[in-house]
């Protein structure tokens, strides 16, 4: 059974940094391509940024340059370094791969 855990959210103010985590359990990690997505009240949920098996990764435009991902096969963890965090980046934030998703782990940035 696949298992997927965020976390590292929380609340910080506009400019900071947060680094997401999500633990994997249950697929061979290193053979899938592992994404973070977010939602935020009243909106779709929307792809942030993605990492291949192959070592590609790709990012939605509103986070380029900002955030970045991460993936260490050896210890099924998948990352997320957030930076310059900005009021419009407050979503719930959740790890996917394939049809799976974790809990989601809240990311809150005041103005």
């Known amino acids: 059974q696949v298992h997927l855990v965020e976390s590292g959210g929380g609340l910080v103010q506009a400019g900071g940094s947060l680094r997401l985590s999500c633990a994997a359990s249950?697929?061979?990690?290193?053979?899938?391509?592992m994404g973070w997505y977010r939602q935020a009240p009243g909106k779709q949920r929307e792809l942030v940024a993605q990492s291949t098996a192959g070592g590609y990764t790709n990012y939605a435009d509103s986070v380029k340059g900002r955030f970045s991902i991460s993936r260490d096969n050896a210890k099924n963890m998948l990352y997320l370094q957030m930076d310059s965090l900005k009021p419009e980046d407050t979503a719930r934030y959740y790890c996917r791969v394939v049809n799976y998703w974790g809990q989601g782990t809240q990311v809150t940035v005041s103005s």
């Open positions: 249950g697929i061979i990690f290193q053979l899938n391509t």
